[in-house]
């Protein structure tokens, strides 16, 4: 009876080591960013990026795994908004003129909350490779335009001046002595929203199986139901396609 009692105990002892030390090496493994045969169901990321509309923005992308090779994806953005015909100018003429980009409206900056999936196309082989995923998003877009104001000069013999918003009627580049400081026009901000597509592609090549490192390429595209006015001589435009690429850092987790 009692050979058989510490058979029992012995082999319980030796289970419980053996899974302890099986612990504190997957532990290891882990903060080491090693493979751990194991599904990551969560995963937040940051990124910046930039793109077409000749300008800059950031993001942050929250997922979650619905099976082995596909994520749901939330993702907010945040990017300014340039037309590709704004042409920078200067009153030659004044003194202390400073430049502006005569015939624009407005200022524009874009806000997208969207929703999508990622999916794998090349799964991660090892620490060295590099894991290939696709995948698109819709959401909604919501564009801040706020007005452009200008520095006038009262009239052709007075050097006084006033900060007014910018009327491609009346003003032309013989007053037009520059642009005003931005915070003129933020109580005028007017809100146009839309919605947007994304298609996208990205390369993961972070040597942790627990982190992320890519590097995005997209296609975009944003509708409004009305133009938005950008530039004096134009058409108020309603669809606005973009090209970027973006660089994404961030982690998974259980």
Request: charged content about 20%; proline content about 4%; glycine content about 8%.
């Amino acid at each position: 009876m009692l050979t058989k009692f510490f058979s029992v105990l012995f082999l319980f002892l030796v289970s419980f080591c053996a899974l302890s030390q099986n612990g504190k090496d997957n532990e290891t493994r882990l903060k080491n960013g090693e493979d751990l045969n194991v599904l990551y169901r969560n995963e937040a990321s940051g990124a910046v990026f930039a793109h077409t509309a000749i300008g800059f923005g950031i993001a942050y992308r929250r997922g979650y795994q619905v099976n082995v090779s596909r994520k749901r994806m939330f993702e907010l953005e945040l990017q300014n908004f340039k037309n590709p015909k704004e042409v920078k100018t200067m009153n030659s003429a004044g003194q202390n003129a400073r430049g502006y980009f005569y015939g624009k409206l407005n200022s524009f900056l874009i806000f997208r909350p969207g929703i999508g999936y990622q999916n794998i196309l090349y799964q991660k082989s090892d620490k060295k490779s590099v894991e290939i995923r696709y995948a698109y998003f819709i959401g909604a877009t919501i564009n801040f335009a706020k007005p452009t104001y200008v520095e006038i000069r009262n009239s052709q013999t007075d050097q006084t001046t006033t900060i007014q918003r910018y009327d491609p009627a009346v003003d032309n580049q013989d007053n037009i002595v520059g642009k005003a400081p931005y915070q003129y026009g933020l109580d005028h901000t007017t809100i146009y929203p839309g919605g947007y597509a994304k298609f996208a592609l990205s390369f993961d090549y972070s040597n942790r199986y627990n982190g992320v490192k890519a590097i995005e390429v997209g296609a975009l595209i944003d509708i409004y139901p009305v133009g938005l006015p950008m530039l004096a001589e134009n058409k108020n435009q309603q669809v606005f396609p973009q090209l970027y690429v973006k660089y994404v850092f961030g982690k998974k987790w259980f």
